[in-house]
Structures are given as structure tokens and as C-alpha cells.
């Protein structure tokens, strides 16, 4: 049974930062391609940032140079290191898989169809 958890939201202030953790179980993580993705209230899911298996990554222009991805293959994690954080990063954030090869832009720009997502976690940053 495939299964993502994430873990690592909270409330914090702007400027500061936040790891999110994704378990990933039921699968081998390395083969394929998983992305990091957001909602806020009023808006539609967009992508964050993803990750081929290769480790090439995507990140959309709005966390340039402030969010990191990465993926830990032998513990079947994956993991999003956001830094500089703004109230407009404020959202519900989800992990997600996709089962075959791919970009991680097109996973991300919603090209291919999320195969699966956790559960999601709530990240608010204010003062």
C-alpha cells in the first residue's frame, strides 16, 4: 500500500524557516518523480517544486532561491527546506509521487496527473 506522510508544518514569522518531511512507504522512492505542492484558501494547487529521479529539480519562480528539495532514497524520505519564508508562502503543503519518469517541470506545471498525495500539512507565516 502506497502511503505519503508529511510532517513539519507550523506557524512562524515571516523571514523565518521551516523543514517539511514526507515518509514515503509501499514503494521505492529513487525511480521516480515526486514533487512538493501548495494550496491557499481561495486558490488552486499549485506546484512548489519537484524532483526527478535523477535529482533534477523544478521550482517555481515564486521560491527561487528561498525553497530547497531533496530526497533521501534509502530512507524513502523526501524533504522541503523553506527558508526567507513570506505570508503569501502561507498554505496547505503536500507531497506527491508520480509513478513513471518525468520532468520534474511537468510534474510540477500539472502536465501529468499526481498519482499520489499525503495528507497534508498547514504552514502559516505571520506576526
Known amino acids: 500500500q502506497v502511503q505519503l506522510v508529511e510532517s513539519g508544518g507550523g506557524l512562524v514569522q515571516p523571514g523565518g524557516s521551516l523543514k517539511l518531511s514526507c515518509a514515503a512507504s509501499?514503494?521505492?522512492?529513487?525511480?521516480?518523480?515526486i514533487g512538493w505542492f501548495r494550496q491557499a484558501p481561495g486558490k488552486e494547487r499549485e506546484g512548489v517544486s519537484c524532483?526527478?529521479?535523477?535529482?533534477?529539480?523544478y521550482y517555481a519562480d515564486s521560491v527561487k532561491g528561498r525553497f530547497t528539495i531533496s530526497r533521501d532514497n534509502a530512507n524513502n524520505m523526501m524533504y522541503l527546506q523553506m527558508n526567507s519564508l513570506k505570508p503569501e508562502d502561507t498554505a496547505v503543503y503536500y507531497c506527491?509521487?508520480?509513478?513513471?519518469?518525468?520532468?520534474?517541470?511537468?510534474?510540477?506545471?500539472?502536465?501529468?496527473?499526481?498519482?499520489?498525495w499525503g495528507q497534508g500539512t498547514q504552514v502559516t507565516v505571520s506576526s
Open positions: 506527491a509521487l508520480y509513478r513513471r519518469r518525468t520532468t520534474a517541470q511537468a510534474m510540477c506545471l500539472g502536465r501529468v496527473p499526481v498519482d499520489y
Open positions: 509501499g514503494f521505492i522512492l529513487d525511480y521516480y518523480t
Open positions: 524532483s526527478q529521479s535523477d535529482s533534477i529539480t
